[in-house]
C-alpha cells in the first residue's frame, strides 16, 4: 500500500475516529510521447502569444477568466490561494441516507479508510452500523485544494470514502428523448417482458472483477513488446463484413435465442467442472498407489 494522503479522522456527532486515507484507485494508463520521426527526438511544447506569434516567458503567464466575450478578469496565486477553503483532514459526517437513494452518476473517485490504532473499536463499531442498516454518511472534505461532497460506506471490512459530484456537475438527464414508463404504448407484450426477465434470470451471477480486463492495453502491451523484439508488427485481420439485418426486429425471437445460448453456455460450464472433479478423483488413487 503506497503511502497515505493524509492523517486526520472521521467525525460523526461527538464521536472523532482517527483514520488514514488512501487513494483507492491503481489507474495504469498507457503513455505514449510525441517524437519526432526522422530522428526520434522528443517533442517540445511551447507557450505562443496567439496576437504577435511570439514564445512568452513562462513568469509573463498570468490567469484570466473570461467573464464576457473578449474580457477577462486576472487573477493571481495570492488571490486565489485565498479563495480555497481551509485545509482540513477531518471528514465530517453531517448526514446519513439510504445508499439506494444516492444516484450512481453522483460518485467520482473512491478512497480508502484505514482506522489508526486508538480508532479501531469506533471504526468498527460505525462500519458495522452502517453495513447492517444499509445507510453512508454523508459530509465534506477537502481533499488537496478543494472541497467535496463525501459518501463514508461500508464495504466488507473497509471503510469506503467516495468522492461526489455536485448537482450542477451533472447534466440535466431530461434533455434526453427516452422512452416512457407506459410499456404498452410502446408495444410490449407480458410474454416480451417474461422472456426478458428469464434470460436476466438466466444470465446472473456473483460479480467476479477479474473477469474483466482491459484487452485493448494487453493487446497495445503485446504490440510494443512484439515491435521492441522484431522491428515488424503483426496485422490483425480485416473484420468480418456484418450482415444486413432485418428491418423490422423480432424481439421475441432475439430473447429466445439468447436464452438458449446462456443456458447452452451454463450446461456446458456444468460438464466441465464435472469432468475436471471427476479426473481429479480419479487421479488420487493412482498418486497414492505410487507413494505405496
Known amino acids: ?126 462500519r458495522e452500523v452502517f453495513r447492517r442498516t444499509g445507510y ?3 459530509g465534506r472534505v477537502v481533499i488537496r485544494t ?19 459530484r455536485y448537482p450542477e456537475e451533472l447534466r440535466d438527464p431530461g434533455e434526453l428523448e427516452l422512452p416512457g414508463e407506459d410499456l404498452k404504448t410502446l408495444g410490449i407484450d407480458k410474454r416480451e417482458l417474461e422472456m426478458a426477465q428469464r434470460l436476466v434470470d438466466a444470465m446472473a451471477a456473483p460479480f467476479n472483477p477479474e473477469e474483466y480486463q482491459d484487452t485493448y492495453q494487453d493487446a497495445v502491451l503485446k504490440l510494443v513488446e512484439e515491435k521492441a523484439k522484431t522491428g515488424t508488427i503483426g496485422r490483425p485481420a480485416a473484420p468480418a463484413e456484418a450482415e444486413p439485418g432485418p428491418q ?24 466441465k467442472k464435472g469432468g475436471k472433479k471427476q479426473a481429479e478423483s480419479e487421479s488420487k488413487p493412482e498418486r497414492a498407489r505410487k507413494r505405496a
Open 146 to 164: 478543494r472541497e467535496y461532497i463525501a459518501a463514508v460506506i461500508a464495504q466488507g471490512p473497509l471503510l469506503l470514502l467516495e468522492l461526489m
Open 1 to 126: 500500500m503506497p503511502r497515505s494522503i493524509w492523517k486526520g479522522s472521521i467525525s460523526f456527532g461527538l464521536v472523532t475516529i482517527p483514520v488514514a486515507l488512501y487513494t483507492a484507485e491503481n489507474r495504469k494508463n498507457l503513455s505514449f510521447r510525441m517524437l519526432d520521426r526522422r530522428n526520434m527526438s522528443r517533442i517540445q511544447q511551447r507557450r505562443f502569444n496567439a496576437g504577435t506569434g511570439e514564445e512568452v516567458p513562462f513568469e509573463e503567464i498570468v490567469k484570466g477568466y473570461e467573464y464576457e466575450d473578449g474580457g477577462y478578469v486576472i487573477l493571481t496565486d495570492e488571490e486565489l490561494k485565498a479563495a480555497r477553503p481551509e485545509a482540513s483532514q477531518t471528514v465530517s459526517i453531517t448526514a446519513v441516507v439510504k445508499s439506494s437513494e444516492i444516484p450512481l452518476a453522483y460518485f467520482e473517485t473512491p478512497y480508502y479508510l484505514e482506522p489508526l490504532k486508538q480508532g479501531r473499536k469506533a471504526y468498527a463499531l460505525l
Open 136 to 138: 453512508v454518511g454523508l
Open 248 to 271: 423490422t426486429v423480432d424481439i421475441m425471437s432475439l430473447l429466445k435465442r439468447s436464452l438458449e445460448n446462456v443456458e447452452k453456455r451454463a450446461e456446458a460450464s456444468k460438464k
